[in-house]
């Protein structure tokens, strides 16, 4: 098991946010992985975008060091260690990694990326270069730790605060987070859940004390976390399977027999050859890429039954997770014996009202983000890297709320029709 040079420190001794590209959601290297094997020189270009647009992170943030923030991490590579860490992990997961592509993250290195201001200096525009996939993706989780890292560094010096004071309270927040899930459980309402909060956290020392903490704490509701460099350091399940990013991908691949089938024939395309590398081991599908409705409509039988379940990442929580119930039903299938995963803008009183109405109706799980992790006093910011260009086509999401839509006008509009998307509701992204 590995251990970090700064494990339970507030600070640590070096100014550089990024200090290993294994800190990253684990999802990141499954869909590496896939992207490897499937389409390995397929290039694309990943965007960041500022959600928040009340919060003009262009004025906030030094460029210049923000540029030389990823500049570091551009520099980075994974560590022997860490992929010895990777090929046990895989070992123990019957062989989730294959040995070429284990051999292939000794030697890649991120693509260049640029940091520009929009046009009235008031927000980034930071943006990967087109190339291949592979050399792209990872810098999803590492911009947004940076940005997000510099950001509330900013907010604290503005408010006078230390980073002290912000674990002090960051510290309080989780121990009346904790008490609340142990008197839950002590009501027998057992609230399990993983660490979603990689990619909008305090920072990676905050992410490891707060894991420690649960560990010690509330063991038997901690089943894993998303960060792959925690659970090596931590001895804890590493959690993922794929982002909308996958979906998005093989929009630009296959929008040739897309287009020719007038339906999303690349998200079926997708979600056979996630089972012909993964089988059923990373079988829980994200189901609203598209609109969940699409995906309740065209996911069928037969995966009905094969993969393990299903995650909520927009919209309605209490209408998805009726219709997970009714889906399953519809197919003689008792939802009991499928995961639903809840993973959007939690917070412990949202989860507990959820266990209470779906958790004895389906094997209930939760991703918790943003609110575990970066909670010290400070509001948060809704910031995403999306892969916004592939194959040489511009790409969309649409989910179920459309604030968290991205994508072109003229390339929603036809992702909307093929998709016969018809949701209007929308809300403010709190995460």
């Known amino acids: ?20 590209l294994a800190d990253v959601d684990f999802y990141k290297l499954t869909m590496m992985q896939l992207y490897f094997l499937k389409h390995r020189t397929v290039r694309g270009k990943y965007g960041f975008k500022n959600r928040t647009v009340r919060v003009p992170l262009g004025q906030k943030l030094d460029i210049d060091e923000l540029r030389r923030q990823l500049e570091h991490g551009r520099g980075l590579g994974f560590t022997d260690r860490e992929i010895d860490e990777l090929a046990t992990v895989s070992r123990q997961r019957g062989g989730l990694f294959r040995q070429d592509f284990l051999e292939f993250l000794r030697t890649v290195r991120l693509s260049p990326i640029t940091v520009e201001l929009s046009a009235d200096g008031t927000q980034l525009v930071i943006e990967t270069e087109e190339a291949p996939l592979v050399e792209a993706m990872l810098w999803e989780t590492l911009v947004m730790n940076v940005v997000n890292r510099m950001y509330f560094l900013d907010k ?78 931590l001895g804890i399940p590493a ?43 990373l079988s829980v599908a994200l189901s609203d890429t598209y609109g969940s409705e699409y995906f309740f409509r065209t996911f069928g039988a037969d995966r009905a039954a094969y993969w393990k379940g299903l995650r909520q990442d927009s919209g309605d929580v209490y209408g998805w997770g009726t219709r997970f119930l009714e889906f399953y039903r519809s197919f003689g299938i008792d939802p009991k014996t499928k995961s639903g995963v809840f993973s959007d803008g939690l917070d412990v009183e949202k989860m507990i009202t959820l266990t209470k109405r779906f958790g004895e109706l389906m094997n209930i799980l939760f991703g918790w983000g943003t609110d575990l992790m970066n909670d010290m006093g400070f509001d948060p910011i809704s910031i995403v890297v999306k892969l916004i260009r592939c194959a040489g086509h511009w790409l969309v999401k649409l989910s179920d709320n459309l604030t968290k839509a991205t994508g072109p006008a003229d390339a929603v509009e036809r992702i909307t029709a093929l998709a016969r998307y018809t949701n209007t509701a929308s809300e403010e992204c709190r995460v």
């Not at 408010?159 to 510290?171: F, L, N, P, R, S």
Request: contains cysteine; aromatic residues 8%; glycine residues 8%.
């Open 1 to 20: 098991m590995m251990t970090l040079l700064n494990a339970g420190l507030v600070e640590t001794t070096t100014d550089w946010i990024l200090t290993s």
């Open 156 to 233: 604290m010096r503005e408010e006078g605060k230390t980073e002290e004071d912000a674990w002090a309270e960051g510290d309080r927040r989780l121990t009346a987070k904790i008490t609340k899930l142990k008197d839950a459980l002590a009501r027998g309402i057992r609230v399990p859940f993983i660490d979603f909060g990689t990619r909008r956290r305090w920072s990676l020392g905050w992410q490891e004390h707060v894991l420690r903490r649960l560990m010690a704490e509330v063991p038997e509701l901690l089943m894993g976390t998303s960060n792959a460099l925690l659970a090596m350091t």
């Open 239 to 281: 959690v993922g399977t794929m982002a909308h990013e996958c979906d998005m991908a093989y929009q630009g691949i296959y929008r040739a027999e897309d287009d020719a089938a007038g339906r999303l024939v690349s998200h079926e395309i997708l979600l056979d050859d996630w089972t012909e590398i993964y089988g059923d081991t």
